[in-house]
């Protein structure tokens, strides 16, 4: 599993391609010759690149999931609305589509926000403004995320 550290700006031009900074493209050099997953999030208004690797174990899970079952199928439909096959082009730029674009509400200034294995794609406003917007509640979330004696990992 990749690791990815980091937050980036850049800025999308009025096709939609952002250029992956080259500290975040040296990260994702590994996963470049197999070419990426760009999907809308499921809890926020971003967009997330998987790498291939990463979106085939994801869709392993999904796959166990009996599609006979009406929840099921309805996820699986909802999870997968509006994927795409991405990759980076020579020049390192990475083209959003569309419909993407605008579930985003990408402009011009993009933040490039890692999320351990995964790297979120989001307008800068909106970034922002949900970074703010869970600053108060961070630190119960983290207490009760990862303050639990559960396991002895020596995670503190």
Sequence with gaps: MNSFIGTYECKADAKGRLMIP????????AALKDGFVLKRAV?????????????????????????????????????TAGVKVVEVDNAGRLLIPKDLLGF??????????SAVNIIEIWDKEKYEQAIDDAASDFADLAEEVMGQDDEDDGVS
């Design 22 to 29: 080259a500290v975040l493209k040296k990260q994702l050099s």
């Design 43 to 79: 809890f926020q208004p971003c967009l997330e690149l998987y790498p291939m690797a990463e979106w085939n174990l994801l869709m392993a899970k999904v796959n166990k999931l009996n599609r006979f079952n009406k929840k099921n199928n309805d996820f699986i439909r909802r999870f």
């Design 104 to 113: 985003s509400c990408i402009t011009k200034s993009v933040v490039l926000a």
